[in-house]
Each structure stands twice: as C-alpha cells, then as structure tokens.
C-alpha cells in the first residue's frame, strides 16, 4: 500500500515505530504470529505494516489481502445497516422492540432481592430498539442471559459465534428468558446486535447477509467481508491462535479446517464476519467521512453523528453503568456509549491519548479500530490472538500514532 504521512501532518520516522514495537515485542517475542496496521488521517493512508505469519504452521506472510476473523468489530457495520433503515423513517430509537418482536412484549425481569431470592416483574418501561444497540437491554450473552459467552472462549474459536440455528430462533428464544435488569438502568455486554441482525431482516424483508452486501459491502467495495470464505480464498485466511499456561502460541483454529469455510445459518450481527485491512479501513473511513466514501453516501452526516454521540445517560461513562465483573472490548473509564461503540469523553478521563469523541471498538481475536474526528484520523489494527484483551494493543498503538502528529 502507497503511504505518505508528511502530506497529512505525519512524521513518517516517528510512525516507523510502529512497527520496530510490534515485531520486536510481539511478533519476535512469540507472543503474536503477525499483525497490519493501517493509519489513515484526512483520507490519506499515512502508515501500513504487515508483519510475521497469517499462518504460522504453513509460513504464510501476512500480506495485504489476508482475511481474518474480526468478531465484535462486526457489530459497528450491524449499526450502520440497521441505521441505514431509520434514514428511511422505518422505525425510532425509542421504539419497543416488541413493535417488530411481539413475542417481546410479555418479556420479565428478574429482580434478585437482598435474601438472594429472585422474582420475575414486568420491567420499568419498554425495552427500546436503542437499548439494543447500547447493550442496556437486559439480555446479556449465553444460556438464560448469563454472561458467559462474552467472545468466543479459545477453545470454541472455531465453532463460529453460533448461539442459535438461525437469527429467527435466538429471538424466539430470547422472548422466554428473564432480564437481567430493566432497561436502560445498566451495560452489559450482549446479543443486542445480534438481535438488530433479525430486525434489519424484519424491517427490510431481506436475508440479513444479502442486506449487508447491497447497501455495505457492495457500494464500498468491501469485497472480502462477509459470515464465511470462499474455497478459492483459503490461502489468505488467518490461523487463529491463543497463549498456552507456558505463555507459548497455541493453534485454535486452521484456516484449512476452519468451520467459516461453510455457509452459516446463524448470521451472527455482533460477532460473525471476516474481513482484510483494506476492506474495514473503507468502512471506518466511511464513518469519519460523514457516511460517505468516493461519492458513496451509505449514511448521512448527522446520523453518523447521532451515532457516536455518548447515549449514556446523564452524560455518563461505561463505569457508571457497567455491571459489576463485565467485560467490553475497550476500558471503561472516561468512556460514553453510542450506538455500537464506545466514545471516548477525552483522554484526561480515560487516561489514554486521545481526544474527546474519538470512538472505537474491538474484537475477541485482539483486532481494534478507532476513529477520531478532532484529528480526521483512522486506525485499524489487525492480529488473531484469543482473548482480546491479553495484550493492550489499542492504548500501545494509541501512544504511538498520535506521537506522530506534527500539525
């Protein structure tokens, strides 16, 4: 890929560090088989590295087309294609869930009392397709809401993020367990996008995969994204690996093997595409364009805004709201929450460097992005190591991109 940092503000020697980083400290180290980074700032690629194995077992490099399993990054792109239908004047954010879900509308929560007794009320209000998005729902993730299957575990990252046969049957079967608190009053991570999945389907009449190919991934050129890889492009489809208790790499899922070879049923709108560098480098750029990209409007400029806008309310931060012992794929300090991903309220607050509005997510196998509109700024990280969270590649990376800036 063709870079030039110093048209856009950047010093490319300073950049460069980027790269000594992660291949001494994690690729060299053994800690990682490989990783890109790309940096984008005012619509100009200002920095990419390709570093080590997509496959270390084959000596595959990776390369610039590689494909990998991004999981929860899926859920940003499930956001924009259930908001591409509110332009339309399809439905409202405050709207019941239960308006496109009736089986929803009988729907409890259950209250565990200070005995430790639990009983099932009618929650405070509805619960709105806005909660959803935001993960205040009530639902949470795996069997009767329990958190528990947050990303999927090392050991399952073949088994795809599979919870249901279909979109159809989770909500059929989410609409017969209990929440885990009323609506809008905490964050937990969950199927909520997963759930929007099923209301793009409703809403549109269209298979969810096939909407998100005309209104997304068509129009951006987003050619390698999709919930499976095709036979002929194997070659580039990332191993996937975790750490053993020795701290050594771990196969977990060959991409020769790998069940997103097949076709899926569940198509998994909070955890389940694949894409390259390049492809979600377009989307992220999309969304710091104002939803546009080479004269292709996918959203409009105030609904990008509307959705990177902290929702939380009072103003709050996903700390304040956070249940006790959740997870999410950033830190929750100084953070707000919009409609899929989380906003930073500015780097005195979170204690990282930054700026107020930047907004970012990540996925379960270490994959990141950001983008910071005060800077006109993308940064897309990708890498297949299970749990994210093992490494803190987003604050590293953050450190050093913005010590780039000269201007």
């Not at 009320?121 to 795996?142: E, N, T």
């Not at 036979?231 to 790998?258: C, H, I, N, W």
């Amino acid at each position: 890929m063709k870079t030039n940092a110093s048209a856009v503000g950047l010093d490319p020697v300073r950049l460069a560090r980027i790269d000594e980083h992660l291949r001494r400290r994690y690729v060299e180290g053994g800690k990682i088989a490989g990783c890109q980074v790309a940096v984008m700032r005012r619509g100009v690629l200002a920095h990419y590295c390709e570093i080590g194995y997509a496959d270390r077992e084959r000596k595959v490099a990776v390369s610039e087309d590689t494909i990998w399993r991004i999981y929860s990054m899926t859920k940003p792109i499930t956001a924009v294609a259930l908001m591409t239908l509110y332009e339309r004047g399809a439905f409202a954010l405050t709207d019941p869930v239960s308006r496109f879900l009736p089986g929803w509308a009988g729907l409890e929560v259950a209250e565990v009392g200070e005995d430790g007794s639990t009983r099932l009320v009618r929650p405070a209000r509805p619960m709105q397709i806005r909660d959803l998005m935001m993960h205040m729902s009530g639902i949470g993730y795996g069997e009767g809401n329990a958190d528990l299957e947050v990303a999927p575990l090392a050991s399952r990252a073949g088994a795809r993020f599979r919870v249901d046969a279909d979109l159809a049957s989770m909500t059929e079967r989410l609409s017969r367990t209990p929440l885990r608190f009323h609506p809008g009053t905490h964050w937990l991570y969950s199927l909520g996008l997963d759930v929007c999945g099923r209301l793009v389907e409703i809403i549109s009449g269209i298979r969810f995969d096939e909407y998100l190919r005309r209104e997304i991934f068509a129009p951006l050129g987003m050619h390698d994204t999709a919930f499976k890889v095709n036979e002929k492009d194997v070659g580039r489809f990332a191993a996937a690996y975790t750490r053993s208790y020795r701290k050594e790499l771990v196969l977990v899922d060959d991409p020769a093997q790998s069940v997103y070879l097949t076709e899926p049923t569940f198509l998994a709108g909070g955890g389940g595409l694949v894409s390259t560098i390049g492809d979600y480098l377009r989307f992220a750029e999309m969304m710091r364009s104002g939803g546009q990209l080479d004269g292709t409007r996918i959203l409009g400029r105030k609904t990008v805004q509307l959705m990177t806008t902290n929702h939380l309310p009072g103003g709050g931060t996903m700390s304040d709201f956070a249940l006790p012992g959740s997870y999410g794929e950033t830190g929750f300090e100084g953070r707000g929450f919009g409609l899929a991903m989380a906003v930073s309220t500015g780097p005195a607050a979170t204690g990282v460097i930054g700026s107020a509005g930047e907004y970012m997510w990540g996925g379960a196998a270490s994959t990141t992005f950001w983008v910071d509109p005060v800077e006109d700024l993308v940064v897309v990280f990708m890498t297949q190591l299970l749990p994210s969270g093992t490494f803190n590649f987003a604050g590293q990376l953050k450190s050093l991109v913005y010590a780039a800036l000269v201007d």
